[in-house]
């Protein structure tokens, strides 16, 4: 009787097979913290996170290093993060998530501001340099490798000498500003695309879209 009785309570406490690490997702937007910086050029990325949860009826909570998101997207689990440790130390979020979530570099997006590229414009990248960018820079540093998937998002470089800092923390003009929701719903598709079609299908799909 009492065999009988272990051999149930054994089967009960058999932990659930791991969660497949290639079906998890981190998806990075870069950004500062504060009301002051939310409207600004240089938080795009949390703007495309936003727009993401949003579209997914989901809601950041607060938690180390960062504002998360868990969801699902096709049997996948994916994790947005908004790091809170201000765009030059985005790097720490970005390796304790990445840690904590035992997810793998090749299913990392991070997504950022790009004063190269027109307005608008989406250039996604498997690797490449900071190009002078303060949170792309402190990345490399943490995961010690260029080679990470990004998503790069033009903000166009429509400032004279000297201004560009006042130009990447300043506000979208009222043109930009219009045309942002339409641009914001094609950043979403490449994020889905991303996590369901691969980087490379990606790259190829909406690379100068």
């Given at each position: 009787?009492?065999?009988?009785?272990?051999?149930?309570?054994?089967?009960?406490?058999?932990?659930?097979?791991?969660?497949?690490?290639?079906?998890?997702?981190?998806?990075?937007?870069?950004?500062?913290?504060?009301?002051?910086?939310?409207?600004?050029?240089?938080?795009?990325?949390?703007?495309?996170?936003?727009?993401?949860?949003?579209?997914?009826?989901?809601?950041?909570?607060?938690?180390?290093?960062?504002?998360?998101?868990?969801?699902?997207?096709?049997?996948?689990?994916?994790?947005?993060?908004?790091?809170?440790?201000?765009?030059?130390?985005?790097?720490?979020?970005?390796?304790?998530?990445?840690?904590?979530?035992?997810?793998?570099?090749?299913?990392?997006l991070v997504?950022?501001?790009?004063?190269?590229?027109?307005?608008?414009?989406?250039?996604?990248?498997?690797?490449?340099?900071?190009?002078?960018?303060?949170?792309?820079?402190?990345?490399?540093?943490?995961?010690?490798?260029?080679?990470?998937?990004?998503?790069?998002?033009?903000?166009?470089d429509q400032?004279?000498?000297?201004?560009?800092?006042?130009?990447?923390?300043?506000?979208?003009?009222?043109?930009?500003?219009?045309?942002?929701?339409?641009?914001?719903?094609?950043?979403?598709?490449?994020?889905?695309?991303?996590?369901?079609?691969?980087?490379?299908?990606?790259?190829?799909?909406?690379?100068g879209k």
């Open positions: 009787m009492f065999s009988f009785l272990n051999r149930i309570f054994k089967k009960k406490e058999r932990k659930l097979p791991a969660e497949d690490p290639m079906k998890k997702f981190l998806i990075v937007g870069l950004g500062n913290i504060g009301p002051k910086y939310t409207n600004t050029r240089h938080n795009i990325g949390f703007k495309v996170l936003d727009a993401f949860a949003k579209a997914k009826e989901a809601t950041f909570e607060t938690e180390k290093l960062g504002d998360i998101v868990k969801t699902k997207i096709k049997g996948k689990t994916v994790v947005l993060l908004k790091p809170s440790t201000y765009m030059n130390l985005s790097g720490k979020a970005v390796r304790y998530w990445l840690q904590q979530e035992k997810i793998p570099l090749e299913n990392l997504i950022t501001d790009d004063l190269n590229l027109e307005f608008g414009t989406i250039r996604v990248k498997t690797k490449g340099s900071d190009g002078g960018h303060n949170g792309l820079k402190d990345i490399q540093a943490q995961l010690n490798t260029t080679k990470y998937n990004r998503f790069r998002f033009g903000i166009s400032f004279s000498k000297g201004r560009q800092v006042d130009y990447v923390l300043g506000e979208w003009t009222p043109d930009e500003d219009a045309a942002l929701p339409e641009r914001l719903e094609k950043s979403c598709e490449v994020i889905t695309s991303f996590i369901g079609a691969g980087i490379g299908n990606t790259m190829n799909a909406y690379n």
